[in-house]
């Protein structure tokens, strides 16, 4: 994740994926995602036009992927079937559900993804329930975009459940809005979910 959210989600920093360097609090002066990306790629600023990064710095050689991504892409030292009480997950037909509950933890993050990344199996589409949880960290929103891609590429659909205000603002903020959509309940949730309109591209 390269645009780092932060700790209240109402305001996001540009960090380069190459040297660390942090552009702070770019919401106050430029509004949203792709208003800063405009500014900072005309700057010498390179990589991806999503949120999610990986970017680099005019110093900096573009990185294949970002920090957040480079985490998560080793190998997990614990088992990905491990239990969280901050995750659970139901299997609804061809969809995966997964409920996040209070404040994840870095842990969580890596669960996650070892459990998105793996053998999709027959579910198609994804569903992730918010509303147990205040905000979304940058780790979490990065674990989610490429969750939510991987399921574009088999021809499937993602969205999020319950979205808290600030969750819904954040995402709107980062340009994620459209990746992640949400809907106030499962049912339209489900039914956009299986909805015979093609996946937007
Ligand atoms: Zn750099």
């Given at each position: 994740?390269?645009?780092?959210?932060?700790?209240?989600?109402?305001?996001?920093?540009?960090?380069?994926?190459?040297?660390?360097?942090?552009?702070?609090?770019?919401?106050?002066?430029?509004?949203?995602?792709?208003?800063?990306?405009?500014?900072?790629?005309?700057?010498?600023?390179?990589?991806?036009?999503?949120?999610?990064?990986?970017?680099?710095?005019?110093?900096?050689?573009?990185?294949?992927?970002?920090?957040?991504?480079?985490?998560?892409?080793?190998?997990?030292?614990?088992?990905?079937?491990?239990?969280?009480?901050r995750?659970?997950?139901?299997?609804?037909?061809?969809?995966?559900?997964?409920?996040l509950r209070g404040?994840?933890?870095?842990?969580?993050?890596?669960?996650?993804?070892?459990?998105?990344?793996?053998?999709?199996?027959?579910?198609?589409?994804?569903?992730?329930?918010?509303?147990g949880v205040?905000?979304?960290?940058?780790?979490?929103?990065?674990?989610?975009?490429?969750?939510?891609?991987?399921?574009?590429?088999?021809?499937?659909?993602?969205?999020?459940?319950?979205?808290?205000?600030?969750?819904?603002?954040?995402?709107?903020?980062?340009?994620?809005?459209?990746?992640?959509?949400?809907?106030?309940?499962?049912?339209?949730?489900?039914?956009?979910?299986?909805?015979?309109?093609?996946?937007?591209?």
């Amino acid at each position: 994740m390269t645009a780092l959210l932060s700790s209240d989600g109402g305001d996001f920093s540009l960090v380069c994926d190459g040297c660390g360097r942090v552009v702070g609090n770019l919401a106050g002066s430029l509004g949203d995602w792709a208003t800063a990306w405009g500014l900072f790629s005309q700057d010498g600023w390179r990589g991806s036009e999503l949120a999610v990064g990986p970017h680099a710095c005019g110093r900096c050689a573009a990185p294949p992927s970002g920090i957040v991504a480079r985490a998560l892409d080793r190998p997990s030292l614990t088992p990905a079937g491990r239990p969280s009480p901050r995750m659970v997950v139901q299997l609804l037909s061809d969809v995966r559900a997964i409920y996040l509950r209070g404040d994840l933890l870095p842990a969580d993050d890596a669960r996650l993804w070892d459990l998105l990344s793996g053998e999709p199996g027959p579910y198609r589409h994804l569903m992730v329930d918010v509303s147990g949880v205040r905000r979304l960290t940058s780790a979490t929103v990065d674990v989610l975009v490429r969750a939510s891609r991987r399921a574009a590429e088999r021809g499937g659909r993602t969205c999020l459940v319950g979205a808290a205000p600030a969750i819904s603002d954040a995402l709107r903020m980062l340009c994620l809005d459209r990746l992640l959509p949400g809907h106030a309940d499962q049912l339209s949730a489900l039914e956009w979910l299986r909805g015979a309109h093609p996946v937007p591209c």
